[in-house]
């Protein structure tokens, strides 16, 4: 299946495939140098698939985690490609996470002043969101994705075949952006979420998040408006994740930070599915110290933040909130 997002100049292909990784020669540009960031956790099988397709692979692994999502990790991979002679006619590839994904396309989008970028995401929560959209970034001094830009890809690849090898505490994860966006815009999807096998549906389920996510991103591609909706449960949620100590994963974080931000009605059918995903629906934090890295968050300015909020599933309000208030929906 192709799944094209229509951006002018900068529109690409999203190409969803059981089994498209083994044949990747076939869907990207690999006749070239090619560098190839990976991470330690990902099966080194699915690298070697990409490598054994390309005219001059280099594979730059970082450590698994959030804390390689940073500007040290940023200057490394530039260095290599210098020193490997990398070109503007040459190209990254990112096979992993959205840590991997996020700081391969932001040194693509720098390198040169941009070189060409494609993603191949291997866990349930870059497939269904971080993969496409363009938002590349690096953390900063403990705030997430506040250094980046908006740089897009030539193409992304999903094989939901590589899913067999993650853990289940990460499939569930990153089906809490499905949950997200199916809360904000598709009844339908919460509905088939709410009552079906997950595991059979999969597919399906990744297939109607990404067409959510791309129509979003087609109408407003740097977040000028529309494209807000997409930080439903982030806000919070970011605040959560950033005074965790890494006990919370980022799909974990972002269903704690939807449960206050929709109404009684929405919440209790909710609270069932993330329970069903096995996803933490209560979790004790120091609310001042939530509230202080929510503050540092790039989207609290002018002493109010825009909350998005579901009253009704499949539909959404964007509020701006007093600081003060927020502190009390923490």
Partial sequence: MILPVNLGAD??????????????????????????VTDSGVPTEYVN????????????????????????SFEKILVAMLRAGFSRKDCV???????????????ASAYMRGVDFYNIPTTVLSQVDSSIGGKTAVN??????IVGAFYQP????????????????????GLAESVKMSLTS???????????????????????SLRIKKAVVEEDEKEQGLRKILNFGHTIGHGYESTSDGK????????LGMIPLVSEEVRKRLIPVLKKMNLPTQYEADREKVFEAVMHDKKASDGKVSLIKVEKIGSFVIEETDISDLKKII
């Fill in 49 to 72: 698939a990409v490598s054994e397709s390309c005219k001059e692979p280099h594979i730059f692994t970082i450590e698994q985690g959030e804390k390689s999502k940073s500007l040290q």
């Fill in 93 to 107: 590839v990112a096979v992993g996470g959205g840590v991997v994904g996020d700081l391969s396309g932001f040194a």
């Fill in 186 to 208: 598709d009844a339908e999807l919460f509905e088939l979420i709410e009552k079906c096998d997950i595991k059979e549906n999969i597919e399906t389920i990744i297939e109607r």
């Fill in 248 to 255: 919370l994963y980022h799909g974990e974080a972002v269903a």
């Fill in 11 to 36: 529109s690409y292909d999203i190409i969803i495939e059981k089994g498209s990784l083994r044949k990747i020669g076939e869907y990207l540009n690999l006749n070239r140098k090619v560098f190839i």
């Fill in 140 to 145: 900063l001094d403990g705030i997430k994705n």
């Fill in 154 to 173: 030539k193409r992304v690849v999903i094989d939901v075949d590589v899913l067999k090898t993650l853990p289940p505490r990460q499939i569930s994860e």
